[in-house]
């Protein structure tokens, strides 16, 4: 009798750490339904679990992690009226201990909580990104891509000898970002602070990104790249680290905090000495083009940032362009030889429109329905975050008679929703068709009366969509 009580009274202890707890408003509402165990963390294909989730318990379902509530996004009238309707409560960010609070110190515009900093911050970004400031890189963003593809035509001898694409579009996307945010390319990934940089962004993913990565962190690290971290790990995004789930985690030393707080000190070094390179052109009288940190040194004073502001801000708008913006290229790169009728029929556009004496420009987008319509199918098929950025709550919200409290991660299940068959057509094939006729932008498409008319929810949804939306 003793025993069991024993172990009725150990699970009963046991219970609010493995199973979930039933949060109700003031009028009995409770949180959307959800399985019953907390998680550590997601598996490989955390996307695959939410949709299934999503098929069991709704459009609108919760999943607790560790300590931390998240309630699922399915719908496109759901994810209207919480992100869009609702923004003033639902386009904040949790602190999560290893990205937000370690390594970006709520910084960087990504990792800031809803409010003044943010929208004093975002606000700067987006003045680099109007339409007539990309008029002004688009001379370079035309040579850069023409560069990928000489690039990848002579040395992949015109598609006779196999090439990996992943360096050409690292290098393309890099360039791209590098112009935007200090007025400079590189043809020399060697080049110490580039190089740095870039594996700066590795190590960013490996600490935010990876799954088991927090348990792997205990081991000494196998060889010198690997950090500890399982080779078989992958990227599962908001879903990886307990240590983000259990508070506890956190105020025990590991590795992965040191490598956080290492992560934080070397982006202030590296960005800042690029940050220096371009402070001292300008202090010499040199020219330098229009860029995100020549307007960051100009207005410092003005706009009240401190030298961790300017190190963070253009730290993360340099990665975050480049890891979407290659991927989507390389999955192109990818789709594009196993569907050759599409691939005839982009080149026969082509040819019309754009002719042979010269390479596509991005004037020639608006002539170039077909090549749109690929652009925007491949962001829907392989869009590069499966669960955008997680939004946060600012407010308790009751939503259809449930309960969704203060400090919940609201996550947009984007895998869920490009493959939805009531708003896709055979949603797993690969077919530009279906955006045959749609002429809009992704900007212009998210602001459509009608949101099962909007093309895809790649770049998220709300106030904190991607910035580099309105020149999609
Ligand atoms: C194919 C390319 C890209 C994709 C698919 C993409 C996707 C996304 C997504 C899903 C989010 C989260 C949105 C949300 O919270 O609802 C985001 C945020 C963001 N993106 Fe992108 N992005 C791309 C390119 C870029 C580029 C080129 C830049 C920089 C010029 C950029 C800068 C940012 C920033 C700073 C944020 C944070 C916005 C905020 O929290 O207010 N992205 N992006």
Not at 31 to 39: A, E, F, H, I, T
Not at 88 to 99: E, Q
Not at 393 to 419: A, M, R, W
Request: proline share 6%.
């Amino acid at each position: 009798m003793l025993a069991i009580a024993t172990v009725v009274l150990g699970l009963w202890s046991l219970s609010p750490v493995v199973l979930r707890k039933v949060i109700t408003d003031a009028n009995g509402n409770q949180v959307p339904p959800g399985p019953n165990l907390r998680y550590m963390f997601l598996q490989k294909y955390p996307e695959r679990a939410l949709r299934s989730w999503a098929a069991k318990y709704g459009h609108l379902f919760s999943i607790w992690m560790g300590t931390q509530l998240f309630v699922v996004i399915s719908d496109p009238r759901v994810a209207r009226d919480l992100l869009v309707t609702n923004g003033a409560v639902f386009s904040s960010r949790k602190r999560y201990f290893m990205k937000n609070q370690t390594i970006l110190t709520g910084r960087a515009i990504t990792a800031s909580e809803y409010g003044e900093m943010w929208r004093h911050h975002r606000k700067l970004a987006m003045q680099l990104l109007t339409p007539k400031a990309i008029e002004g890189y688009a001379q370079s963003l035309n040579y850069e891509a023409h560069i990928l593809i000489r690039t990848l035509i002579d040395d992949g001898r015109s598609g006779t000898i196999p090439v990996n694409p992943h360096h050409y579009a690292g290098r393309y996307a890099l360039n791209n970002m590098l112009l935007i945010s200090f007025g400079i390319r590189t043809d020399n990934i060697e080049d110490p602070l580039i190089a740095r940089a870039l594996h700066l962004a590795m190590e960013f993913m490996d600490l935010t990104g990876k799954q088991l990565c927090w348990l792997y962190s205990f081991l000494p690290p196998s060889d010198p790249d690997s950090h500890g971290c399982a080779k078989l790990t992958r990227c599962t995004g908001p879903w990886s680290n307990p240590i983000d789930f259990f508070e506890p985690l956190q105020w025990i030393p590991s590795n992965m905090c040191t490598r956080g707080r290492k992560l934080h000190q070397d982006l202030i070094e590296v960005y800042g000495a690029m940050i220096l390179r371009v402070k001292a052109k300008l202090d010499a009288g040199e020219f330098m083009p229009d860029c995100l940190v020549k307007t960051l040194i100009q207005d410092q004073e003005k706009e009240n940032l401190d030298w961790e502001d300017l190190c963070m801000l253009s730290a993360v708008f340099t990665l975050g362009g480049v890891h979407s913006t290659s991927g989507i290229i390389q999955w192109f790169l990818a789709l594009i030889p196993s569907h050759t009728e599409i691939a005839h029929r982009a080149q026969e556009e082509l040819d019309r429109v754009v002719g042979h004496d010269r390479l596509p420009t991005a004037e020639d987008e608006p002539n170039l329905p077909y090549v749109r319509a690929i652009i925007k199918e491949v962001q829907r098929v392989h869009a590069p975050f499966w669960m955008a950025t997680p939004h946060c709550t600012s407010e308790d919200f009751t939503y259809e008679g449930q309960f969704i409290p203060k400090g919940t991660v609201v996550v947009l299940n984007c895998y869920t929703l490009h493959h939805n068959s009531d708003r896709y057509e055979n949603p797993w094939k690969f077919n530009p068709d279906r955006y045959l006729g749609d002429e809009l932008s992704c900007v212009e498409s998210a602001k459509l009366p009608d949101v099962m008319e909007r093309d895809h929810w790649a770049f998220g949804a709300g106030r904190r969509t991607s910035l580099n939306h309105g020149d999609s």
